[in-house]
């Protein structure tokens, strides 16, 4: 089993930062992209934010150049540094990796739980 907890989100105003963060843990053997998505109240999830296993990244055009994807694969780690919040900004944000459990094994994606940020004018 295979778990993405994240952690970060919060209340702040416009123009302000978060970094959030999320750590996979359980049976890992590897992990390939891992990214961000957030939803907001009536939308669809959309992806915001994704890295790959070396490290390179690609991000949503409503958010580049305020948003940092990063991760840390030693700690199985992933995050997402959110500067110039806007209201529109404000939304569920949910972890995503693409994960294989063993060695040989197909690879899955798991989802985090999700962790609010509620941006304010």
């Known amino acids: 089993q295979v778990q993405l907890v994240e952690s970060g989100g919060g209340l702040v105003q416009a123009g302000g930062s978060l970094r959030l963060s999320c750590a996979a843990s359980?049976?890992?053997?590897?992990?390939?992209?891992m990214g961000w998505y957030r939803q907001a109240p009536g939308k669809q999830r959309e992806l915001v934010a994704e890295?790959?296993?070396?490290?390179?990244?690609n991000y949503a055009d409503s958010v580049r150049g305020r948003f940092t994807i990063s991760r840390d694969n030693s700690k199985k780690s992933v995050y997402l540094q959110i500067n110039s919040l806007k209201p529109e900004d404000t939304a569920v944000y949910y972890c995503n990796a693409g994960v294989r459990t063993h060695w040989g094994t197909r690879e899955y994606e798991y989802w985090g739980q999700g962790t609010q940020v509620t941006v304010s004018s």
């Open positions: 359980g049976t890992i053997f590897s992990i390939n992209a």
């Open positions: 890295t790959s296993s070396g490290g390179s990244t």
